[in-house]
């Protein structure tokens, strides 16, 4: 069994920096790509941030500039470094990631898997 397990939430104010991490366990072999996504009550879902098992990465617009993704593949781990904290980025943040857990010359079985959820508010 896999899972991802992510940590760093908590309560910041406007301004303020908050750093998540994620960590992936159990019986796998690689890590695809990897990312952050974010959730609040009645909107869908969205893409925060993601980044390739190369290193590439890309953000949504509303946070280029003001959070960076990195990894750690000697940790099976991905952060989330966020900087100049804005009210709007209130919600639930969810890691995801693509855990090779068999390979062969034809097929690589990858499982997408999402971690638990870790809520950010940011709140004077």
């Known amino acids: 069994q896999v899972q991802l397990v992510e940590s760093g939430g908590g309560l910041v104010q406007p301004g303020g920096s908050l750093r998540l991490s994620c960590a992936a366990s159990?019986?796998?072999?690689?890590?695809?790509?990897m990312g952050w996504y974010r959730h609040v009550p009645g909107k869908q879902r969205e893409l925060v941030a993601r980044?390739?098992?190369?290193?590439?990465?890309n953000y949504a617009g509303s946070v280029k500039g003001r959070f960076t993704i990195s990894r750690d593949n000697a940790k099976n781990t991905v952060y989330l470094q966020m900087n100049s904290l804005k009210p709007e980025d209130t919600a639930v943040y969810y890691c995801?990631?693509?855990?090779?857990?068999?390979?062969?010359?034809?097929?690589?079985?990858?499982?997408?898997?999402w971690g638990q959820g870790t809520q950010v508010t940011v709140s004077s």
């Open positions: 159990g019986s796998l072999l690689s890590i695809n790509d």
């Open positions: 980044i390739t098992s190369g290193g590439s990465t």
């Open positions: 995801n990631a693509g855990l090779v857990i068999g390979r062969t010359y034809h097929y690589t079985d990858e499982i997408d898997t």
